[in-house]
Structures are given as C-alpha cells and as structure tokens.
Nanobody
Framework: QLQLVESGGGLVQPGGSLRLSCVAS????????IVWFRQAPGKEREVISS????????YNVESVKGRFTISRDKATNTVYLQMNSLEPEDTGVYYC?????????????????WGQGTQVTVSS
C-alpha cells in the first residue's frame, strides 16, 4: 500500500518562501505522477502543480507560474514544491496525491493515494 506524507508547511509572511515535501513509501511510487493540491478555507480543493513519473515534465496552474517549482528526487521517493513570493491567497492545506496519468495541460486523475495535508498560512 502506497503512503504519502507531506511536510514543510507553516506560517510565513507575504513575499516569503516555503518548501513542501511529499515522501512516498510502499508500493511503486516512481510509477506515478504526483499532483499537489491546495484547499483554501471555504473553497474546493484545486490542482496547483504536477510532475510526471519520470520527473521530466511539469505542470503549474497559471496563478503559481513563476513562483512555484515542482521537482522530484526518485532516489528518495520525494516530490518537492518550492514556493516563492508567497501571497495571502496561497493560504490553505496542501495535499499531494498520485496519478497514473500526466497531461501537459493539467492532471486528469484519478487520484488513487493521498497524503494527510500540510497547512500553509501566509500572513503578516
């Protein structure tokens, strides 16, 4: 059974940076594309970024382009989300999930495995 664990969230001032980690264990984690989602208070969960199983293709939603970078280290089964120039609108719980597919125009799902989430709060 594949398990995902996110970490790296916290409280940061506007303009600051955080790096989130999603560590996979069990199963065959490098078989999957990984997707980062964000759920802001009172809003639906939304896709933020994704990376292919090989790590050679990435997708970022328009609102985070130029600020967020997704990467993966296959040796440690870890996917990172480097978040720079954070804005209050980036506040929310960030989840990583697996997907058997990857699309250059955005994840298609389904999302078989999920982490428990990590809270990011951007506030002065």
């Amino acid at each position: 059974q594949l398990q995902l664990v996110e970490s790296g969230g916290g409280l940061v001032q506007p303009g600051g940076s955080l790096r989130l980690s999603c560590v996979a264990s069990g199963g065959s984690p490098n078989y999957y594309a990984i997707v980062w989602f964000r759920q802001a208070p009172g809003k639906e969960r939304e896709v933020i970024s994704s990376i292919s199983s090989g790590g050679d293709r990435t997708y970022n939603v328009e609102s985070v382009k130029g600020r967020f970078t997704i990467s993966r280290d296959k040796a440690t089964n870890t996917v990172y989300l480097q978040m720079n120039s954070l804005e209050p609108e980036d506040t929310g719980v960030y989840y990583c999930a697996t997907s058997v597919t990857f699309s250059n125009s955005g994840p298609l799902g389904p999302y078989d495995y999920w982490g428990q989430g990590t809270q990011v709060t951007v506030s002065s």
